[in-house]
C-alpha cells in the first residue's frame, strides 16, 4: 500500500506575503505565484464567506504534498519579516502519513 506524505503549513506561523520553503526540497512557494512551475494547486477550500480557508498545492521538484492552512490571519501579520530558517527552526511542520 502506498503511503503519501502531506507536510501542513499553517500560514499564521510565518510571515511575509505567505511564501515559504518547501519542507522537502526547500523551494520558495508562494501563494501569489500561479505560474505552476514550482508548485500546481491541487485542492481549494473556503469558507461560508467565500474566503480561503485551506489549499493543497504538490510541489513539483519533488512530488509532496502541502497543505496550507491560516490564511483567515495571514492580513494581519504579512507585514512582519519572513525568515525562513526561523520558521523551519521552530518545528511549526508537522508531518502527516495516510494511506
Ligand atoms: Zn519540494
Given amino acids: ?3 503519501r506524505s502531506v ?5 499564521t506561523k510565518i510571515v511575509g506575503e505567505g ?3 518547501c519542507p522537502s526540497c526547500g523551494e520558495i512557494i508562494s501563494p501569489d505565484d500561479g ?6 494547486i491541487l485542492d481549494v477550500k473556503t469558507n461560508e464567506d ?7 498545492v504538490v510541489c513539483k521538484k519533488c512530488g509532496i504534498m502541502i497543505r496550507l492552512e491560516g490564511f483567515e490571519m495571514l492580513k494581519e501579520i504579512k507585514n512582519e519579516l519572513f525568515d ?4 523551519l527552526l521552530k ?3 508537522e508531518t502527516n502519513l495516510f494511506e
Fill in 7 to 11: 507536510y501542513k503549513v499553517n500560514l
Fill in 1 to 3: 500500500m502506498m503511503q
Fill in 50 to 56: 467565500n474566503l480561503l480557508e485551506e489549499i493543497l
Fill in 19 to 21: 511564501e515559504f520553503p
Fill in 35 to 40: 505560474s505552476e512551475i514550482v508548485y500546481e
Fill in 91 to 93: 518545528g511549526n511542520i
Fill in 84 to 87: 525562513c530558517d526561523d520558521y
